[in-house]
């Protein structure tokens, strides 16, 4: 195949992982439960589920933001009550942020939901399917290391 013309496979599995990757992204779920709350409010809940406790730097770092976008953006989520600043107990100079219980109730609800999705969609598979879906995911992700 000429490297000018886009090879169909390529963009078929491209496709396909869009397509797939909606089924597994707690994003959409969150995107749902919170439709009130911007978009970069909704990133950062969602960071903050998995770094509990991040300092702005840290939220930053992950979100691939400036700290004064960051800083704004867990203002607006203090004023909601979704999450709070508490002081690092080691170094008093630092300001950890923490989800408050609403929003932890928030994400728990979009979790149980795609993880629900999920369920229904490999249900609806053939064991067959579901194996060569498998074998090739792990041999795509070993080609990837």
């Given amino acids: 195949m000429s490297a000018t013309q886009p090879d169909p496979d390529?963009?078929?599995i491209r496709q396909i992982f869009v397509s797939a990757a909606h089924v597994f992204d707690v994003t959409a779920e969150l995107d749902h439960c919170l439709r009130d709350i911007p978009a970069a409010q909704r990133r950062c809940l969602n960071a903050l589920s998995s770094c509990e406790g991040?300092?702005?730097?840290?939220?930053?770092?992950?979100l691939g933001a400036k700290p004064p976008a960051i800083s704004q953006i867990v203002e607006r989520l203090v004023r909601r009550a979704l999450v709070e600043r508490r002081t690092d107990d080691q170094d008093r100079r630092i300001n950890r942020v923490h989800l408050t219980p609403s929003a932890r109730a928030l994400i728990q609800c979009a979790h149980a939901a795609k993880e629900h999705r999920l369920s229904e969609a490999f249900g609806r598979l053939e064991p067959s399917l579901r194996d060569g879906l498998i074998r090739g995911l792990q041999a795509l992700a070993s080609v990837g290391k």
């Fill in 10 to 12: 390529r963009s078929q």
């Fill in 54 to 62: 991040a300092t702005m730097q840290e939220l930053a770092s992950q």
